[in-house]
């Protein structure tokens, strides 16, 4: 059994991490860290758990945790994995941080749109950007992982191939995105009650939202140049779901088949990314609950642009279910291990 | 492994059963019937199984069915089963039926509730009321499993215990009920459009609704006497849930110990019946996505009423969740297998 | 042109205050009280009156307030309007309080109810309760008018024509309510962030909800004799609008023509009272942004009770709408003038 | 008084047109047209209407309205009122067609997006597009008037000026929409049922919506020359609003102040036109229930592009309010009688 400690447990990224890995056989939840409810039930917290955890909230104490888990995952703000880590416990367990803080290899950029200073640079070089269908052999072998952000994962897997493969050009990219509430976390905001968010939706973080740079790096590897692209996310009145709508000016004229056939090159064999049938739009409701990232793409002759989309559960895929799975790759397991559900429907 | 087959999976109910067969590793789905789809595929009308169900949709031919299945769920409106079932079909599946025809003993009541002739009455002695917690011993060598209403077992499982122990006057009893969309269907009427259900909420079926018989059936049970009480369902703006609560006047005067006390005995050792700490309300949304039925109650001194309440997902423990448990109860199996997923927040 | 100050009105039921007003044609507000945005711009907080509303919020000096206004609207928490309430006030202007402070004429049951100490008791006798279709030619003389509560507005007025006519047994009376998220205020609170209350429903002060003796009390005056009875309220993923569902036993055996005419003989001639007909049920959609109340009734001769339902907004006839319809009262108005709105659909 | 009838009354247009008319003071609707609901009530179809519309549903005989009527609506599906209108009609009532028959100039391009024949292209010419920022004074002598569709309203209103005025090259605009389900109509689909839409977002008609070359014709005529654009609507679990997220390079660099000048030329004395201060990103829900577009822009210069923004109610500027607006331009009412209400919120 992998023994497993969360920090930020009781946010929402860090509750769905408790659910999947509560179903996941090889694994036992050993501290359930949450500075806010610190010796208080866990189920008191998430009465979902109720009868199913016993545990009490712990703090975030990440020496002690790594001399009690074999994998660390870090469901924190910004900043507090890069304050935390060491050598001391990298050297005993292995760490998914879900934070932003490892995903950016050029530190001046992370504290140019994070506005913070990184305290752990050294650490860069080292820690391997976990989305697992393009890293999954440098995941393997990683003290710590860079567990991507909801918006970079949906955008990347739906674009890279088109852009890896040179079809299209990488100066025209722009990606409109839509999310549910979800990814706003959990905290006592205005903005995000019901009677704010519900019958509404708005743009957000326009022209400056932090997935941006960590957009920009995975793309600009499948382009083997730098991209700079516009991004615009979405609130929308649903929990959970990310849809991305990407546009990019295609280099050449091309058959549907051959964008299909590129598409299918890179994920024929991904168990998690669907590459949907002729004119099937991924839809966000498809795939909730499960780790699936569903995509597909419309070529428009009139204008030469393809139209690339891409749908996933942001608590899932595009957090814990994607962490889970890198923890999966980490300890030698199948990759799906304890991410087999079926998407829930309606 | 048991080979099963559904009629009528392409409802909302029938698709649940799909989603949990899915994950239960003793089964294998042998026949995707659906009367509106045949030779369509499966996943082309349920989006969220591509790539994890190939079948394409069957007829509801029961009789062919039940030489290739072991059991038989007819998640199918009212009178289909009925007017199917044979001594051939029951000599070589089991059959579990989602829907009404099997759950109410007296054939007048049925027929006067339902306005149908019932085609079968010859099996409704034999027939099981598949309300595991409460005829556990029974079901297990029943061939005919009458798998309960949804309003019906949250109702009856919230009230059940102070009846049968003798704490409430059963002549008192009110039923207030509410229920996620889901439970309407996926008919395509304009009173479950979107524009119609969201941003509201009504009674239906006051006085009226068909589910009234069978809490009444079942609580009379407990009662040892007949039951007449109000039923007053009301459609909710969300898609999965209901949640009930219920009003008796207490025969006499009890300490919340003790009626505690008496919840527990009937479900401390139930897996699916969780009594709440004191105080804590019932929410639909701590059950979403799971088989729990969440129960508790609060006395009113000044009244000497009790309020008891229960939450639940409707298209889990209130059908298809309910369905596998008796599908396990039926061939040996754990009761909960397959059916221990962690309720999903938010 | 009247003169309207709102204190409070950044919360939901004081923005709704300033969107009646505005559409108006004899008032004029003078004063946009708001403790928490003092002088920051109306319209930054609320961004629908861009360009509608110049004004910047002023602060709760009601003394001052007085002074400038014809109409105090106190859109506050409990407590407020009785701490500030003076000769001086109610000598220059009329005052139309929306909290609790005046409802409740017995000054130790809103004391136990609400656990505050009442600072103006000796307003309690004069303050008329603003329910205008049961007060409306007290209120007419008023200097003090008690906005009547949301639940106690929608509740009062579908049960009170039974029990006034002595159809029913007060003894019997539960209320079972159902509300929108907006009457939980605006306030930054974990329970009603969008992720919590969507795909919920939840029963909430079971048992001890402070509108319960508001209820008895004016359904008290209708039975002429005290009332206690049952008031559940529960939390709808919605943002507007109430639905109670009522249940009485019946004192004699009546005819649906019989019952009819008591609520005809109430509401024939009120305009924002609609009594539906026969087996149509009140829908709170039906009713949003609208000053009407929709009641209706069904006999259950199975259980000799009766249903009584009935649907509003929250806002406009529970909270806004009504104290627009007190201030026309109050000066001489035609006393649907500004809330001729007809409901807004979908 | 005008003479109103509406053909088409009992879908969401024609509903809102009904809200919207009833509140106008100078209009009366004498032909509630509704070919599926004739001779039923119009307030059993749309109960908000009760006690408010006594009249029942008349056919779609729309020369014998236009022998009642000084204007007619046609809130009806495309080829109604094309196949429809003549010379006797036009002579006896203005004509205002929410429908898309005359909206576009080149009927080679109508048949070819609608697969439909044209039925009277004669009337192209002198039909006048209704969007009334636009062309106020053709607007104002016409006899047929073309009603905008709900998109190209707002797309148009929010990317006109900027490219009237040159700052952007049309061949890079790129409009990416969403909508609120009411933009599907009343229809009885599954595909609009609650559980369908709820807890999803989806793109659809990617790369062929039909209203791409209505968009196309307008923004042409700001440019100077053909525009040729990608357009993508997405549907949005809400009832009710538009907001569209356009991309356009910039064809020189400007600053905040140029561009926000250029907004203010063309909106500053339009009453429905709000541009919204800096970094103030519109939302549909500040417009709900109005007839107000809300327009804003950010710049990016990393990418030198320029994201432009607009908000509205579908059903309101996108469809019946821009309808009466229009009416009361083409009777020499003020422009804004009847639409003067506030946005609701929440």
């Known amino acids: ?32 860290g949450s500075r806010s409810y610190v010796d208080q039930r866990y189920a008191s917290v998430y009465q979902n758990m109720f009868q199913i955890v016993d545990a009490s909230c712990m703090d975030d104490n990440m020496e002690e945790l790594a001399k009690q888990a074999d994998v660390i995952f870090t469901a924190t703000p910004q900043g507090f994995c890069a304050s935390m880590i060491n050598e001391g416990i990298l050297s005993r367990a292995k760490v998914i941080d879900l934070s932003a803080d490892f995903r950016i ?50 955008s990347t897997l739906s674009v890279y191939p088109l852009l890896a493969e040179g079809l299209i050009d990488p100066a025209t990219i722009i990606i409109d995105a839509k999310s549910g509430t979800s990814g706003a976390g959990r905290g006592a905001k205005v903005d995000n009650l019901f009677c704010e968010v519900n019958e509404n939706i708005k743009a957000y973080g326009v022209a400056s939202h932090r997935h941006t740079p960590e957009i920009e790096e995975q793309l600009g590897y499948a382009a083997g140049e730098p991209v700079v692209l516009n991004f615009t996310p979405h609130l929308v009145p649903m929990q959970r779901g990310i849809l991305i709508t990407a546009y990019a000016s295609l280099k050449k004229e091309v058959t549907y088949e051959e964008v299909k056939a590129v598409y299918d090159k890179y994920y024929d064999k991904e168990r998690f990314v669907r590459v949907l049938e002729k004119d099937v739009c991924p839809q966000t409701k498809w795939v909730e609950g499960s780790n699936y990232v569903d995509v597909n793409f419309k070529i428009d002759p009139r204008t030469k642009r393809v139209i690339m989309m891409g749908a996933m559960d942001n608590l899932v895929k595009g957090a814990a279910g994607q962490a889970v799975q890198n923890m999966n790759l980490l300890f030698g397991l199948e990759e799906s291990l304890g991410l087999q559900q079926a998407p829930m429907f309606p």
């Not at 990224?13 to 501290?31: D, F, M, P, S």
């Not at 504290?111 to 393997?140: D, F, M, T």
């Open 105 to 154: 290899k050029d530190v001046r950029i992370y504290e140019e749109w994070y506005k913070l200073e990184h305290k752990s640079p050294q650490y860069l070089a080292e820690a391997v950007y976990g989305l697992c269908e393009l890293n999954r052999e440098k995941i393997k072998s990683a003290r710590l992982v860079a567990n991507p952000g909801c918006y970079p994962t949906c």
């Open 1 to 32: 059994m992998i023994k497993a400690g969360i920090i930020g447990s009781t946010g929402y990224a860090g509750a769905e991490l408790v659910r999947l890995l509560l179903g996941h056989r090889e694994t036992e939840i050993v501290w359930y």
